[in-house]
């Protein structure tokens, strides 16, 4: 089975400028979350979407969205960048939504903003 | 809230030999899940293993062993037999079992270097 997988890999803005990453979730797995990983915040968590809606978000501003498609492929968009939203954006799909599913990861999206 | 600690920013050890990485954590709920992953400097976060706050045993998969203690609110993690591949941050994270609650909160991991 193929794992998670993110599009694209790497990516270059400009402050100002918006963006969108991309996640294929593992087949079957409804489940599919958003992490940010920064050298200063480390991995914090940003939202969660599951059948196509989103059931938790974490503390980031109203800049950073997502949506999730009926296959459950899921898309995260950040407007008017800024240089702190520099980071690794990770993709984790799971099955369900229970406490004991384990989440697993894509490679991520090294997004640089310059 | 949780909150997940990893006092150790790094450690080494001689290929071969056993390690364990610290995690303690704090939580209010009643039932919640323990994970270790691996992350290679590729940056993919890579599942290791599962404990859950009432499993009676401790987790084991392959050379990766979960040593639990609830009492304590540690979940370290024993690599047994290290290899040099096994070198790269590990983050050791949780999460609640509520109904509807799926995100991981995470330590600030620990970076492993196996010694040849």
């Known amino acids: 089975k193929a794992g998670v997988t993110q599009t694209p890999r790497y990516l270059i803005k400009t402050r100002g400028q918006q963006v969108t990453l991309s996640c294929s979730p593992i087949?079957?797995?409804?489940?599919v979350s958003w992490y940010q990983q920064t050298p200063g915040q480390g991995l914090q968590f940003l939202f969660e979407?599951?059948?196509?809606?989103?059931?938790n978000k974490g503390n980031f501003p109203g800049r950073f969205s997502g949506r999730q498609f009926s296959n459950s492929r899921s898309e995260m968009n950040v407007s008017t960048l800024e240089l702190g939203d520099s980071a690794l954006y990770l993709c984790?799909?799971?099955?369900?939504?229970?406490?004991?599913?384990?989440?697993?990861f894509g490679p991520g999206t090294r997004l640089l903003v310059l | 809230a949780q909150k997940i600690t990893q006092t150790q920013p790094g450690m080494f050890v001689q290929e071969k030999e056993a390690v364990t990485l610290d995690c303690t954590y704090d939580?209010?709920?009643?039932?919640?899940?323990l994970f270790w992953y691996k992350q290679p400097s590729s940056g993919e976060m890579i599942f290791l293993i599962y404990?859950?706050?009432?499993?009676?045993q401790n987790a084991t998969e392959g050379r990766y062993s979960l040593n639990f203690q609830k009492a304590r609110k540690s979940a370290n993690l024993v690599i047994s037999a290290s290899q040099l591949g096994d070198s790269a941050m590990y983050f050791c994270?949780?999460?609640?079992?509520?109904?509807?609650?799926?995100?991981?909160?995470f330590g600030t991991g620990t970076r492993l270097t196996v010694i040849p």
């Open positions: 939580t209010s709920d009643p039932s919640y899940g």
């Open positions: 979407y599951f059948s196509e809606t989103q059931r």
């Open positions: 087949s079957g797995h409804r489940s």
């Open positions: 984790a799909s799971s099955l369900g939504q229970g406490g004991r599913e384990t989440q697993y």
């Open positions: 404990q859950g706050s009432y499993d009676q």
């Open positions: 994270a949780m999460k609640s079992e509520k109904a509807g609650a799926n995100n991981l909160f």
